[in-house]
């Protein structure tokens, strides 16, 4: 085990190298520009390509051929390009092809700033493109988890025959953190066989990937084959951290950045005796419900924390099923919550009174 | 029986959906007959774009892939990369290249990107009901310039590849037409030229092919091969604009 210092977008890049991704187009965007960069020093030296295109459209396109050719295939960018790249994602998901798109988000809507947001949840989770569609959205809150969860992506892309969105934001993007990193752990991670690829057809039948079904009974029964595929992901995929929920009165939803903030902010209400958990949503979609729905037989309140004005709170509703009630806090424009305003926040939705736990938390001290 | 005539090998058996008189058709057997006679149908990938073509993915018999509008040359640029010794060819009609995928065809170009490019113009966007194209003639009849295509509204025919042969990556641009036998062979003299341009490593190749829409245009097919001679030469005008040196 090798432990470095690494900065979240490159960790991307390294991670995604070890996985075996060998091909990258994207076009600059802050504030993920650190890993194009990254990759455009480091795959060339280990055979692959890196490309500048001249749009996000071009180069999911691109990513959208080399994904049909057979290759683990990476592009990234960060709000506004993401919308650009919508077009081609939705062609991704309809053809099935695998591939890793990641999103180091930063505020909007329009040109909004670059500073980190998580105002794209409702684009990555529930389509942006046109079409019936879903792609597994991973969301890591720290650069240990960038890593592992990039590793991840390529598997479940290959897995599924769909394509897997990081979703970050312009902080884990720029932060530095220690991380163990072994680029051998990935010596077993291997492309699984591609033999629907386009490679040109010698010894075997012409492939053909494609999205069109002009008959609309043959386009419903593609779209119920990946309704299927879909179902499958939810039952198997879900994803999530659960920190301190199993006697929690007030859990606690957050994911990503604002994850680490509340977690902050659940010590220091622990530390007042307040019964508080969080549950952090590792896989944005499929949205880790079965978790939720556990640590409701303990709790009575729902506090959700997110970088945006209230995204995911609607999958924490749909969820919670209308059991405990369902509050929620988010910052937007690029600021993030402050973990002292999510303690009040936490005191306020639990119906604690702020004075008496100070003093609760004090006694503790002194106890 | 010594067989003298027979469908290309690189083509499907099945029937064209075109449209009678489209010379569509005729530019699928010449792309198809170039790739049988130099042999590489088992490495070529094509790229199908949208439009009339939008079904090329069931007529070549080669490995296909089916691109989102005017996006082909991107989607080959990331085939070519990943296997470089592939042959890679998009088949895109006008409205796809010149309008909503002209950034695309441009840096293709640009970076010599080692794909052909197959350039059908007929001067509408035929598949959606003859709307006005980036190529439409001024004073063309469309039914979204129902009074003529007027330049001083909608501008002027875009020439591709007058307009790419600017560009140090384009290696070979030629513009052929399919209105008699004789352009026809001379088209398929120039699509085998694009791919013999790619099979060298030379850049990026283009064949732009005059084609008639005799559906949209309101024509017979005869009269839409007359319309096309009469009209669309003058300002398309035939022959190689750019060709590099080793291709011949
Ligand atoms: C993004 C997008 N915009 C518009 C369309 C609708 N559309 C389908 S075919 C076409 C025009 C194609 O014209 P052209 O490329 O000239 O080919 P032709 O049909 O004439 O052969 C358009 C606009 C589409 N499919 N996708
Ligand atoms: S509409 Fe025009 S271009 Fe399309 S198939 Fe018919 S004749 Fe050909």
Redesign the pocket.
Known sequence: MTRRLMKGNEAIGAAALAAGCRYFFGYPITPQTELPEYLARRLPEAGGVFLQAESEIAAINMVYGAAAAGARVMTSSSSPGISLKT?GISYLAAAELPCVIVNIMRGGPGLGGIQPAQSDYFQATKGGGHGDYRIIVLAPASVQEIIDLTRLAFELADLYRNPVMILGDGLLGQMMEAVEFNEEDDKGNRPIPKTWATTGCKGRKKNIINSLYLDPAELEQHNLHLQEKYREIVQKEQRAEEYLTRDAEIITVAFGTAARIVKEAVVSARARGIKVGLLRPITLWPFPENALKRSLQRARAILTVEMNAGQMVEDVKLAVEGKVPVYFYGRTGGILPDSRTVLKEIQRVGGYDYEDSLSKAESLVGG | MKIVFQKPKALSAGRFHYCPGCT?GIIHRLVAEVIDELEIRERTVGIA??????LAYNYFNVDMIQA???RAPAVATGVKRVLPESVVFTY?????????GIAEAIHAAARGERVTVIF???T?????GG?M?P?TLVGQVTTTSPRGREAMHSGYPVRVPEMLATLQGAAYLSRVSVHNPVQVKRAKEAVKRAFITQLKGLGFSLVEVL?T?PT?WGLSPVEALKWLEENMIPQFPLGELKITEGVA
């Open positions: 077009e | 569509h774009s949208v439009g009339c073509s939008v989102a509008h005017g895109q009609g006008d409205g796809d290249l010149a309008s909503i059908v113009n007929n509408c966007y035929g598949m959606t709307q194209a190529t084609s829409c949209n």
